[in-house]
């Protein structure tokens, strides 16, 4: 079986995108939010992401000490709101200036090789 380029072009930017929800959510987390409404954020933001894969990505930096939850039950309906840590605002620094300097190299490779 043939897999075509736009197959393959499809997987590797999924696999581009699948660090990028960390960074992400890091990022939008700075303010508490529920999950639905980041999930919703996420993907009009043009980062799809789907409820399967944002929910235990939550509950992992959550796991690693990067984010913290609470339950609001003022609501008809109890939402659980993520926020980042402390740890998880320094990770968060840390990997945006890792992102920074990869989209530098990777500029730096495209303007030497055209």
Do not use: H
Not at 52 to 60: F, G, H, K, M
Not at 77 to 102: C, H, I, M, N, T
């Amino acid at each position: 079986m043939t897999v075509s380029l736009e197959e393959l072009v499809l997987g590797q930017a999924q696999e581009l995108r699948r660090g990028t929800v960390v960074l992400a959510c890091l990022v939008l987390l700075e303010e508490p939010w529920y999950g639905y409404a980041l999930l919703e954020t996420l993907n009009k933001a043009g980062i799809p992401v789907d409820g399967n894969t944002l929910y235990p990505l939550l509950r992992r930096l959550e796991k690693q000490g990067l984010l913290t939850s609470e339950w609001n039950t003022d609501e008809s309906r109890p939402r659980k709101f993520y926020r980042v840590s402390p740890d998880g605002s320094r990770a968060r620094d840390a990997l945006v200036r890792e992102w920074q300097d990869l989209v530098t190299s990777i500029s730096q490779l495209l303007k030497e090789n055209r």
